[in-house]
């Protein structure tokens, strides 16, 4: 009961405390100067370093970080996540509504009470925008032009490799592990989006970690996250200047 309390304490605090963090980043000038700009999503293969390019890419551009694991705990709780929600001005918060409304409508799913919570915190995460986060299905839940979605992968026996070096586990067991986590994150997404976590035009960028290293994942994420940035501003300042 302790361990429980102790949890949820910690939870309501990192909350608290992000709250806190939006409400001043968005009276900061350089936050009105830039106005919003998108979330990073990423969803990874168990044992593929998606966590540690996640993590690193956040620290390079001062975003929050949020991990599957919080995210869930937060939707879990509904008092916790209705104090994330209402962070939101009315019109803001009004927007995550119809979007979720719209998802729910287009793609078919029947949501329950923690997916739905998931969607209002995730939805709200993407809303404040300058944030990291992973898994959960955000992609699926943000709206494309809100977030950019990246997907990282890498062979079967390299994951089984790290994650057998990670935990200190047998080739056997690490194998395991990394099937059914496979597994039930994409049966997670089946049921929750009726979508196919694997299906590449669910992602702005796909990496393989196969192929390149942590840092050169990093640096190719950062280098297209910054030119969708540079284009989106562009069409920005191009509409402006049509209604100007």
Sequence with gaps: MEEIEREQFSVETFVENQIKRWQTLSKSDEYKKKGHIPVITLCMEPGSG???IAEQIAQRLGFDFFHRDMIHKIAESAHISTTVVESLEKERLSGVQDFIASVI???YIHPNIYLEYLMKVVGTIGKHGRAVIVGRGANFIIPPKDRFAVR???PLEMRIENVASRFGVFSDIAKRR?????????????QSFNADIC????????INTGHLSVAAAVESVLGAVMGRLGTDQKSRRKR???RG
């Design 50 to 52: 998606g966590c540690l």
């Design 105 to 107: 409508k287009e793609q």
């Design 152 to 154: 990282v992968i890498a």
């Design 178 to 190: 990394v099937l059914i986590r496979d597994n039930r994150r994409r049966a997670f997404v089946r």
């Design 199 to 206: 299906d590449p035009m669910h992602y702005d960028m796909i």
């Design 240 to 242: 402006d200047t049509a």
